[in-house]
Structures are given as C-alpha cells and as structure tokens.
C-alpha cells in the first residue's frame, strides 16, 4: 500500500466518480481503477460498489475513507513542518543566556523572533556562566548569549562577538563615591567589593583580577551573590560596591553608576556555540536577528 494509492482512493471516496476523480489527479482512469481495485485486494474488503450507473462507498468503504481523509491531512501537515523547519519557520530553539550582560540586546532580539517566526517555540534558560558553558556542551541548550569565556571554558567552543561594554562602578546613593563623576582603579582598589559567586561566574573573576593587574592589587571581596538581584540588593544595603558593565539595564535607579578610569578592559558579550554543535537554521535565524539588534544598539551609542 502506498500513499498514491490512498490519494486515489479518497479522490474516488469524495467524487462518487472515476472519470471525475481521474480528471482531478490528472491521471488514466484505467490506471485509477486498478490500483483502486489493488487497494481492495490488498485490504481484503471492498471498499466500493460498482454499477453502471456509478459508484457508492460501501460501509467499510466509508469508514476507510474517513480514516484514509485524516491520515493524509497528517501527512501533508508533516510534510510541510519539516519544509518550514528547514526554513527556520518552525521547531523549538533552547537559548541559554546571562541575564545582567544580555540585558540591552537580548530582549528586543527576542521580540523582532518571535514576531519572524511565531511557529518557532523559543526557550530561554538564564543560567551561570559554568552552567552555560556546559548546556552547550552536552546540547541541551543550541546558543547561549554569554560573556567571552576564557581559559579552560573555550575548548570546543565558538564565540562570536556582538557588543563591548566599558565597565563602571555600580553603588547606592548614600555611598561617599557618589558625589564622584568617575571613580579611578586605585580608588576602586581600595573599597570592599559585592561580586558574584566565584563558582558559578570564574570569568568574572578573572576579569577583576585582569583589571586590578596594573596596580598590582587584589579585588577586596565582601560578600560573594549567587544572582543579579542579589547583588543590588546587597549594594543597597551598603555592603560595598559593584564593578558592572549593563547592569543599569536591570537595576534602574536603584543604584548610580559611575565610569572607571584606569583600565582599557571591557566587558563582551556574544553568541556562543559548540564547535561540533548543529544549529537549526530557526537558530541561524535568531543569531542573525542578535546581529541586527547589536548594529543597532551601537549606533545609537555612537550617536
């Protein structure tokens, strides 16, 4: 039994007619006739009554035809998911992604998507650098938005960059730096530091330490926070202050913010992907799309 024979089937089932159904494939009545007749034969049962005066469904017939009717809306369905799949129109997209450094591009990026593609089931997975590092790894997750990963994060891993961000200094209003319009690195140096959890964000850390080099200083660490949220509040409260790069995008005003001088690092941000992963081309889509808002969020920086 083959798919032509039920497409021939249900063209006969729904006209009542093989010279009509015929016409309508676009094929020789004979030949109709007699895969419609192989089709039988195959069943076992009859699935028509013949006469001269034309053709009525028997009732195994009319049971067939409505079961024959789904099954090929099936096929056709799936036959066109896999098309749009290949387009990038359709499928689901795991996207693991750290919220505080993504914060400016990733959620207009997720809007322009979703409005491309609606079909596409989009997951995010806001996770630690670690964890990020590690979904692209074993495949659970197809992209991450990241900062750079550094030193033994980068085997098998591809980074592509999408923004640079100069850092600052993020502290409450009641802070004695706050009456400062920039804070240097030796003044920095000297300040207790809210950070994030050295086992979960190791490239954070190793940026502090990068950044404090040329002074030959060492970041004093006051309290160590597992999450963005923990960290403005512990800033809030006056346990010390935070080196950042976008975290205004998440804190609002409940903290200033104020440049560093003394230092050319700079945070960046980016795609990142398995060196042998597969990217559904609705994840080519998506990084695309981050490009476009990343062009963008640069011009008007420039401007």
């Known amino acids: 039994m083959e798919l032509r024979h039920l497409r021939y089937f249900l063209a006969v089932g729904e006209a009542l007619n093989f010279t009509k159904a015929a016409a309508r494939l676009r094929v020789a009545q004979p ?46 369905e799936s036959v066109e998911k896999t098309r749009a799949l290949a387009r990038g129109e359709y499928g689901e997209l795991h996207i693991g992604y750290s919220s505080v450094p993504t914060a400016e591009i990733l959620p207009p990026a ?5 409005k491309a593609v609606p079909d596409v089931k989009l997951l995010l997975h806001d996770l630690s650098s670690e964890e990020l590092i590690a979904g692209l790894h074993n495949a659970t997750l197809e ?27 993020a502290l409450s209003a009641a802070h004695p730096f706050a009456r400062l319009k920039s804070i240097s690195l030796e003044k920095l140096a000297a300040q207790p530091l809210v ?20 002074i030959s200083a060492k970041p004093r660490i006051a309290v160590e926070c597992d999450s ?13 202050i935070f080196l950042a790069a976008v975290l205004k995008r998440v804190a609002g005003k409940r903290l200033l913010y104020r440049p560093l001088t003394g230092t050319t690092e700079v945070q960046s941000v980016g795609i990142g992907r398995a060196t042998k992963g597969d990217v559904t081309p609705a994840g080519e889509k998506f990084c695309e799309i981050l490009r476009k808002i990343s062009r963008g969020a640069s011009k008007l920086i420039e401007q």
């Open 31 to 76: 030949a109709m006739s007699r895969q419609i007749q192989d089709l039988e034969d195959e069943i076992g049962v009859d699935l028509l009554r013949r006469s001269p005066r034309g053709v009525a469904l028997t009732a195994e017939g009319k049971l067939f035809l409505e079961e024959v009717r789904e099954l090929l809306k099936r096929v056709d």
């Open 110 to 114: 997720l809007a322009a998507f979703r």
């Open 195 to 214: 950070v994030l959890r050295r086992k979960d964000y190791s490239e954070y850390h190793g940026i502090l330490e990068r950044i404090f080099a040329p």
């Open 228 to 240: 963005a949220s923990s960290v403005i509040t512990e800033v809030e409260a006056g346990r010390g």
């Open 143 to 169: 992209l991450a938005i990241v900062v750079q990963p550094t030193g033994k994060q980068t085997p098998g891993i591809e980074f592509e960059l999408l923004r640079t961000y100069p850092w600052c200094v």
